[in-house]
């Protein structure tokens, strides 16, 4: 009903079919984050019905926002969302993600979400998060967290970040200094909660990035989700600004080092491209551009104000 009512949708997925646009309401994906892994149109095997339900979907946006120029480019093509499809101009936006805004201003919400969790003061917190695959329902637990908790030491924490589509009833980890984050609210408290973030092929590598902490990359299954599952859109191992382990065993020994200097320079280049626009002002801009395309009112009917 909300939906419905709203004069402007922000939303960072699919609307999908119960969704009817009405007259006069705008819509702005955001989408959910800056993709490694080959999305939409470009997912592996043609199938018609995809690509049919695609084109709906994206009929529905006025306005796209991207991280950067590189995703920019990518969900153009991956979501048909180009002049060639519409009746009407529907931009892309550059401007960064207003979600990353809180990720470079420091107000306190890392302590908070520390103590929140019950993280000991001077802990080392290290986040794992892998992505979902498509052929499976439930979390994959490659890095072993409880054991990754026991071998690293007293004052590391892990925490496990499942991701939505193997939230399921009860816990997905447990074990001593182990908390299962998976249905925590906000996954951004969790990225600046934590010092170092192990994942595989989730997006959130670009948002984490944002704060020049430490990456690590666990992929015991790339050949298969890269040949068979999904694809990427560019070479991970060449370009990963930390380590990438094949193995449990390789990840600790790359968690106990530090790799600060040995990937600066790649870090740096992985910066420049993706987090160019993550400078903290992302939601100014995005709101210059929601009012300057007509999509809020600057002076709504019954204000005095224009508030």
């Known amino acids: 009903r909300a939906r419905g009512a709203s004069r402007l949708l922000v939303v960072n997925d699919w609307l999908r079919r119960r969704y009817h646009q009405r007259h006069g309401q705008r819509v ?5 984050g800056t ?14 019905r995809r690509a049919i339900a695609v084109w709906r979907e994206s009929r529905r946006w006025d306005a796209l926002l991207a991280q950067n120029e590189y995703s920019a480019a990518i969900l153009r093509r991956a979501y ?5 499809f519409a009746l009407k101009s529907r931009p892309v936006w550059i401007e960064g ?17 520390r103590a929140l969790l019950g993280i000991p003061d001077g802990a080392r917190v290290v ?7 498509d052929d499976r329902t439930e979390i994959v637990e490659f890095a072993g967290a409880r054991e990754l908790a026991a071998d690293l030491g ?3 924490v892990v925490l496990v970040r499942g991701h939505s589509r193997t939230l399921l009833p009860g816990r997905d980890a447990e074990g001593t200094r182990v908390i299962d984050v998976t249905g925590f609210p906000d996954t ?10 192990v994942t595989d092929y989730s997006s959130v590598m670009f948002d984490f990035s944002a704060t020049g902490k430490p990456m690590y990359f666990l992929v015991p299954d790339i050949e298969h989700y890269r040949g068979e599952l999904r694809g990427f859109y560019f070479d991970l191992e060449a ?22 200097e040995v990937y600066a320079e790649r870090y740096a280049h992985w910066q420049a491209k993706f987090n160019a626009h993550d400078d903290g002002h992302a939601s100014r801009r995005v709101v210059k551009r929601l009012f300057a395309a007509g999509f809020i009112d600057a002076n709504p009917r019954g204000s005095e104000t224009g508030a």
């Open 97 to 113: 993600y207003p979600r990353n805004d809180a990720l470079l201003i420091d107000d306190g919400a890392r302590a908070e979400t």
């Open 239 to 260: 370009h990963a600004p930390g380590p990438v382990a094949r193995t449990r065993d390789e990840l600790l020994a790359a968690l106990r080092s530090d790799t600060t």
């Open 154 to 156: 007293d004052d590391v």
């Open 80 to 84: 048909a969302f180009l002049p060639v």
């Open 188 to 197: 951004t408290r969790l990225l600046l909660a934590a010092d170092a973030l």
């Open 127 to 133: 986040l794992y998060a892998p992505t979902w695959r």
């Open 35 to 48: 993709p490694l892994k080959r999305l939409a149109l470009h997912r592996p095997g043609f199938d018609p």
């Open 28 to 32: 702005l994906q955001t989408w959910h």
